[in-house]
């Protein structure tokens, strides 16, 4: 049974950094985008990062480029999210999300399995 689970998350001030991880338990982690979204209090999920499958490719929101990195061992199953000079607006829930894919494509949605998220707040 496919896994996501999150860790990392907490309470930091403006400018700080934090680094998430994800854990998957996944047929075959190589065959997998894998994805970080978000969503804050009274506000729809949004896409954040992606990486492909060999981990050679990522597309990031407009939001995060320049401050955020994802990345990913395949080796041990698990994808990060580097988060520098964190801002206010940052603060939400952060989910993990895999999809298959047999390109190496890094797909905005379609996304089959999620984690259970992890909060991060970020005050001012």
């Known amino acids: 049974q496919a896994q996501l689970v999150e860790t990392g998350g907490g309470l930091v001030n403006v400018g700080a950094s934090l680094k998430l991880s994800c854990a998957a338990s996944?047929?075959?982690?190589?065959?997998?985008?894998m994805a970080w979204f978000r969503q804050a209090p009274g506000k729809e999920r949004e896409f954040v990062a992606t990486?492909?499958?060999?981990?050679?490719?990522?597309d990031y929101a407009d939001s995060v480029r320049g401050r955020f990195r994802i990345s990913r061992d395949n080796a041990n199953n698990n994808a990060y999210l580097m988060m520098e000079r964190l801002k206010p607006e940052d603060t939400a829930i952060y989910y993990c999300?895999?999809?298959?894919?047999?390109?190496?494509?890094?797909?905005?949605?379609?996304?089959?399995?999620w984690g259970q998220g992890t909060q991060v707040t970020v005050a001012s």
């Open positions: 999300a895999a999809a298959y894919t047999v390109t190496g494509a890094t797909p905005r949605r379609g996304y089959s399995y």
């Open positions: 996944l047929s075959t982690f190589s065959d997998y985008a």
């Open positions: 990486i492909s499958r060999a981990g050679k490719r990522s």
